[in-house]
């Protein structure tokens, strides 16, 4: 196992440990990652720029069983500054713990995640206007209110933002 340690109160460039920690773990030196930086959102930002890195921010127990089940994330990104120490070490706990499920769905939706990756390299810019930022809070409000049976909604909502036809929607 490789570990690689960082500990110090001063600010430091977190991309260059995210990084360092991501290719660890996509070369197959290690298996899982666990990064960590005030908020955990830039240091999980630049870990998954790395080809193969599925991390994903957790700061609840519950998001760490399901990102393990159903995305078969391979890093966990914390907030230092977000969550106590107790409730990180259970995180860690759950998320080396729990298998990734190998249900036929997810095993599908992590490939359509590997796929707008290459996607969004060759690049498609979105500009989102006032008025679209209007829509898209109420959207997003009405999502939380009334439940997620709307989500192919809101998907044809950003795809329409974005200008382009969905494919197989």
Same mark, same amino acid.
């Given at each position: 196992?490789?570990?690689?340690?960082?500990?110090?109160?001063?600010?430091?460039?977190?991309?260059?440990?995210?990084?360092?920690?991501?290719?660890?773990? #996509? $070369? /197959?030196?290690?298996?899982?990652? +666990?990064? %960590?930086? /005030?908020?955990?959102?830039?240091? @999980?930002?630049? *870990?998954?720029? +790395?080809? /193969? +890195?599925?991390?994903?921010?957790?700061?609840?127990?519950? $998001? #760490?069983?399901?990102?393990?089940? =159903?995305?078969?994330?391979?890093?966990?990104?914390?907030?230092?500054?977000?969550?106590?120490?107790?409730?990180?070490?259970?995180?860690?706990? +759950?998320?080396?713990?729990?298998?990734? @499920?190998?249900?036929? !769905? =997810?095993? !599908? !939706?992590?490939?359509?995640?590997? $796929?707008?990756?290459?996607?969004?390299?060759?690049?498609?810019?979105?500009?989102?206007?006032?008025?679209? =930022?209007? @829509?898209?809070?109420?959207?997003? !409000?009405?999502?939380?209110?009334?439940?997620?049976?709307?989500?192919? $909604?809101?998907?044809?909502?950003?795809? *329409?933002?974005?200008?382009?036809?969905? %494919?197989?929607?």
């Amino acid at each position: 196992d490789l570990e690689l340690w960082l500990l110090q109160q001063e600010s430091v460039d977190y991309p260059v440990y995210g990084q360092a920690a991501a290719k660890a773990v #996509a $070369s /197959g030196e290690c298996d899982k990652g +666990i990064i %960590i930086c /005030g908020t955990g959102i830039g240091i @999980s930002i630049s *870990a998954n720029k +790395i080809k /193969g +890195i599925r991390a994903a921010l957790c700061h609840d127990c519950f $998001s #760490a069983q399901a990102t393990r089940e =159903h995305n078969d994330a391979n890093m966990l990104a914390m907030g230092a500054r977000v969550i106590g120490p107790g409730l990180a070490l259970k995180i860690v706990d +759950i998320f080396l713990d729990t298998p990734f @499920s190998n249900d036929e !769905r =997810h095993v !599908r !939706r992590i490939g359509m995640i590997g $796929s707008i990756i290459s996607y969004a390299v060759r690049g498609t810019p979105f500009i989102l206007k006032k008025e679209s =930022h209007d @829509s898209m809070v109420k959207t997003v !409000r009405d999502l939380f209110l009334y439940g997620f049976r709307q989500t192919a $909604s809101f998907v044809r909502h950003i795809t *329409a933002l974005k200008g382009r036809k969905m %494919i197989n929607g």
